[in-house]
């Protein structure tokens, strides 16, 4: 099993940078591939990116593209997300995810693909 905390959020103005922190504790952080989702009030849970458990591969949300990066640091068993240029409609509730399995395709975009979340951190962005 694995626990994820996330933490990072926070206030931004329209335009603005935030990086997202996901610490994981428990056993083998590297054979987890790890995600981000969020939800914003009255929406279903989005996804946002995805990275394999080597970091090699990586998916993102045609919305996000370009201004969001995943990141991971198994060794510090740490799962990062570089916010630049954030918009009005990024403001949700950001949740890191966690499975033991491997995932390709669209087989990152469902919530139900994954085991383990954390409590998720808030961003807002003002405008």
């Known amino acids: 099993q694995v626990r994820l905390v996330e933490s990072g959020g926070g206030l931004v103005q329209v335009g603005g940078s935030l990086r997202l922190s996901c610490a994981a504790s428990?056993?083998?952080?590297?054979?987890?591939?790890m995600v981000w989702f969020r939800q914003a009030p009255g929406k279903e849970r989005e996804f946002v990116v995805g990275i394999n458990q080597s970091g090699v591969t990586t998916s993102y949300a045609d919305s996000v593209k370009g201004r969001f990066t995943i990141s991971r640091d198994n060794a510090k068993n740490m799962l990062y997300l570089r916010m630049n240029g954030l918009k009005p409609e990024d403001k949700a509730v950001y949740y890191c995810a966690a499975t033991e399995a491997w995932i390709y395709g669209s087989r990152w975009y469902g919530a139900s693909t994954y085991n383990y979340w954390g409590q998720g951190t808030q961003v807002t962005v003002s405008s």
């Open positions: 428990g056993r083998n952080f590297g054979t987890y591939a």
